[in-house]
Structures are given as structure tokens and as C-alpha cells.
């Protein structure tokens, strides 16, 4: 079977096994909830999903929404760095809460129409070095063409790196998002030996052997392989890396040229954050991680 039969015979599957796992179990959304919230709540019933299907601009992969304790999350996985989920996510919570509020005409009315509060957190699990630290703060104002005043017109997107290459906070918080972190990490080091179905089936069996996710592997496995052939498909997965390589290489240059121009004092810190696109205390760690002091710009 080559390459291009399993995309026509995968392209069925629109779910991920993220969403397999936090979409469709109350129990295993609550606990990243409370993971992610620093939370200890324990009733999943009062949990309600509210995940949108099909829509075209988020590839009819849309993770994991609910409602919760007055809020409204939304949980993504990616595992290539996008600095355009705010807009993603922005454009994405519109149409949830016309969900919420389908009658606009309260919407001129005089009485102040309540809404959860938006979360939106991205579970990521790549390897870009925009992410300098475990969880990194995307902005929509970092997308804008015109000024506009600090604090307004804001939308952001809170980063979790999940990758299971060492210990994490957010993993040990959450013992299921582990198990998945791990699972996904056993598919990308099989697949640097071996074609990518094998690689996949490798690594359910050898999580199945070693009891992660054990029991979901077990009773779901064909539909996790045929998810994951989707997700990783070979040529895609050779494509996508091809081109972060080349990425990465462009990245690798141009924040060299941001670290010398800082080290002259021809960049602000305020302009090396626009520059790399990251906020100012991200920016900020960055430079000092790499030894690089702010001096006064010349």
C-alpha cells in the first residue's frame, strides 16, 4: 500500500486522538482543566462541550471547547509552531458564542448580555525555538498592521509545550495528557527507523506493553492507527519537515541578527520582540538565556 492510499483511505477521520481523548471524555477535560487552572474540580457533569464541527478554517479538526465554572475553553493541539492562532482562536470563539447567544436581537437591547469567559490554551508538542520556555503568551496585536493603544483591542493564546523529551509541569499535573504526550512521542522517534505505519504500530504495542494508554489503545487501536496515518502521514510528515528545517535554519539566522543588533544597542528590547514576534518578558528570557544584556540603544 503506498503513501497516497492511506491518505484516501484516512481522510475519513476528522477527529484527533487529542480529541478522542479530551473531547469526548468529561473525565479526562476536567482533569486537564484542572491541570491548566491550578484547580481541583471534581465533578465532570457540570462540564459541557461545546466543540463546533466542520469548520473550514480550523481543517474540520477542531479539538476540544466546553463550558466550565463560567468559563469557556477552548483546547488545541499543535505540533508546529503557528503565530496565527490568536487569530485562529479569535475567529473561532465568534462562532462559538453566536452558538451561545443566537438571539442577536438581545444584542440591542438594554440589559448587558453575560458570556463565559474565553480560555484559550494550545497544547504544543513540536520542537520550534520560538518556544524558549514551557508556556509562551501569543498576542493578535503582534499581527497588526496599524498602532493601537497597549491593552486594547487584545486577543491571546496561552502556548503549553506538552513534549514528552523531559519532565513538565503540565504532564505531571495530568497523568492522560502524559500517557498521550508519551504515546505521540514514541510515533515521532519510531519514525526516524522506520515508515510511519510501522512506526505507528510499534508504538501502540509498545504502549499497550508498557501501560499507556493501555485500555484506550486496546479498544480503539485500528481507529488511532488510521488517525494517526492521517496526522502523520508519510509524505506530509517528510514535506513538513523538510520545510521547518529550512524554517528553522531561516529562524536560526534571523535571531542571530536580532542578538547582534541587541548586543550593539541598535535594537531595543521593545523592537526585538516585534522583530522576533513574541512579547517582552519572552524576549527578554530568550536574550538572557542566550547571555545577552539589554544596553541603551545608540
Known amino acids: 500500500m503506498t503513501a497516497n492510499d492511506d491518505i484516501k483511505i484516512n481522510s475519513k477521520y476528522k477527529d484527533t486522538i487529542f480529541r478522542k481523548l479530551f473531547g469526548e471524555n468529561k473525565k479526562n477535560a476536567l482533569s486537564l482543566y484542572n491541570a491548566v487552572n491550578g484547580t481541583s474540580y471534581t465533578n465532570e457533569d457540570e462540564l459541557e462541550f461545546t466543540t463546533l464541527e466542520d469548520v473550514i478554517y480550523m481543517k474540520a479538526k477542531n479539538d476540544v471547547s466546553f463550558i466550565f465554572d463560567s468559563s469557556l475553553s477552548l483546547y488545541e493541539h499543535q505540533s508546529t509552531y503557528n503565530p496565527n492562532m490568536p487569530l485562529r482562536g479569535l475567529l473561532y470563539f465568534a462562532d462559538l458564542y ?4 443566537p438571539n442577536t436581537e438581545s444584542l440591542y437591547m438594554s440589559k448587558l448580555v453575560r458570556i463565559p469567559a474565553p480560555k484559550y490554551i494550545v497544547f504544543y508538542n513540536g520542537n520550534s525555538s520560538k518556544m524558549p520556555d514551557d508556556v509562551i503568551e501569543l498576542k493578535l496585536s503582534s499581527a497588526f ?7 486594547k483591542f487584545e486577543w491571546t493564546a496561552t502556548m503549553i509545550n506538552i513534549r514528552a523529551d523531559k519532565s513538565r509541569d503540565i504532564l505531571e499535573k495530568c497523568h492522560i495528557l502524559k500517557e498521550y504526550s508519551t504515546f505521540v512521542e514514541e510515533v515521532i522517534v519510531n519514525n526516524k527507523t522506520m515508515n510511519m505505519k510501522d512506526a505507528v504500530n510499534k508504538s501502540v504495542e509498545d504502549c499497550i506493553k508498557n501501560n ?7 479498544n480503539h487501536r ?6 494517526c496515518l492521517t496526522e502523520f502521514d508519510e509524505i506530509k510528515w517528510g514535506e513538513l519537515m523538510k520545510e521547518e528545517g529550512r524554517e528553522e535554519g531561516r529562524e536560526e539566522g534571523r535571531l542571530n541578527i536580532v542578538f547582534s543588533l541587541v ?3 541598535k535594537l531595543s528590547l521593545d523592537e526585538a520582540a516585534d522583530e522576533l514576534g513574541l512579547d517582552v ?3 527578554e528570557k530568550l536574550l538572557s538565556d542566550n547571555g545577552i544584556s539589554i544596553p541603551s540603544v545608540v
Open 263 to 265: 548586543k550593539k544597542g
Open 222 to 227: 485500528k481507529e488511532v492507527v488510521d488517525m
Open 212 to 218: 499507556v494508554l493501555k485500555e484506550f489503545l486496546t
Open 281 to 283: 518578558p519572552t524576549t
Open 98 to 101: 453566536r452558538k451561545i447567544v
Open 145 to 151: 498592521t496599524g498602532k493601537t493603544e497597549p491593552g
